[in-house]
């Protein structure tokens, strides 16, 4: 079934393969960020209770979701890496990792200034906010794994083993506001039979997440190319490139 994946293994398929995505990736990244950003920060309708300091829920809650959705991708990626050997899976890990660690901290930095407003207080050491400060370390646990080791296989088995053990850190942040009583608000978008928006407010921030999740693939395909070519320059496919 997964055999057509094979071939990709292999480190210049991985880097061409990585170059005809990274296109629509970009493509779709920026005209979804702009379109959903312009619409959600200028034309959506004002919040009746917090006014227009809820747009800024169209930067919090893609990164906030990302920030969660990059960890799994890579910490799926670290996983396949262990078991199978696969040295794309490894630099695909690696090369996520600070995306990732950027998102977590737009998260937790959008959701202070949104919170100063609506709590009175730019940091509350509620279980959201503090197990997704906890997913922020695991991010830089990985990254200075990844560079405390000169042999590669090492670093990547050390960062791949903390990146596995940290998945059970997503489950709290995305059920905490459900085990414990907390002052950040329950699930906006994940109620897909009944979102708490209107759909002039969520259709926009929808499209920022598909604009978010892009972006980060992007951004993912650019950092694995690098990757590739750093670790595979001796080679002569990577020295025909800059011929």
Same mark, same amino acid.
């Given at each position: *079934? @997964?055999?057509?994946?094979?071939?990709? /293994?292999? /480190?210049?398929?991985?880097? %061409?393969?990585?170059?005809?995505?990274?296109?629509?990736?970009?493509?779709?990244? =920026?005209?979804?960020?702009?379109?959903?950003?312009?619409?959600?920060?200028?034309?959506?309708?004002?919040?009746?209770?917090?006014?227009?300091?809820?747009?800024?829920?169209?930067?919090?809650?893609?990164? $906030?979701?990302?920030?969660?959705?990059?960890?799994?991708?890579?910490?799926?990626?670290? =996983?396949?890496?262990?078991?199978?050997?696969?040295? *794309?899976?490894?630099?695909? $890990?690696?090369? *996520?990792?600070?995306?990732?660690?950027?998102?977590?901290?737009?998260?937790?930095?959008? +959701?202070?200034?949104?919170?100063?407003? *609506?709590?009175?207080?730019?940091?509350?050491?509620?279980?959201?906010?503090?197990?997704?400060?906890?997913?922020? =370390?695991?991010?830089? +646990?990985?990254?200075?794994?990844?560079?405390?080791?000169?042999?590669? #296989?090492?670093? $990547? #088995?050390?960062?791949?083993?903390?990146?596995?053990?940290?998945?059970?850190?997503? !489950?709290?942040?995305?059920?905490?506001?459900?085990? @414990?009583?907390?002052?950040?608000?329950?699930?906006?978008?994940?109620?897909?039979?009944?979102?708490?928006?209107?759909?002039?407010?969520?259709? !926009?921030?929808?499209?920022?997440?598909? +604009?978010? +999740?892009?972006?980060?693939?992007?951004?993912?395909?650019?950092?694995?190319?690098?990757?590739?070519?750093?670790?595979?320059?001796? %080679?002569?496919?990577?020295?025909?490139?800059?011929?």
């Amino acid at each position: *079934m @997964w055999k057509w994946l094979h071939p990709y /293994a292999k /480190a210049e398929n991985c880097y %061409r393969l990585c170059g005809k995505l990274l296109p629509w990736f970009s493509i779709i990244a =920026f005209s979804s960020l702009i379109v959903g950003s312009i619409w959600g920060l200028m034309f959506a309708p004002t919040d009746y209770q917090q006014g227009d300091s809820f747009r800024i829920i169209y930067l919090h809650v893609p990164a $906030a979701m990302l920030s969660m959705g990059a960890y799994l991708s890579m910490a799926i990626a670290a =996983f396949i890496g262990l078991v199978w050997q696969v040295r *794309m899976s490894d630099m695909a $890990a690696a090369a *996520m990792a600070p995306i990732g660690a950027v998102f977590t901290f737009i998260a937790l930095l959008t +959701g202070a200034i949104w919170g100063k407003p *609506m709590w009175g207080a730019w940091w509350v050491w509620d279980a959201r906010l503090t197990s997704e400060l906890i997913l922020l =370390f695991l991010y830089l +646990g990985v990254i200075a794994l990844y560079s405390a080791f000169d042999d590669q #296989k090492t670093a $990547a #088995k050390a960062a791949g083993i903390l990146a596995i053990v940290g998945v059970i850190n997503l !489950p709290i942040i995305h059920y905490s506001v459900e085990w @414990w009583n907390t002052l950040h608000q329950g699930a906006t978008i994940s109620k897909f039979e009944k979102p708490s928006m209107d759909s002039s407010m969520l259709w !926009p921030l929808l499209i920022n997440v598909i +604009g978010f +999740g892009c972006f980060f693939g992007a951004v993912t395909l650019v950092r694995l190319r690098n990757e590739i070519i750093a670790r595979e320059s001796h %080679r002569p496919w990577v020295r025909n490139l800059v011929k």
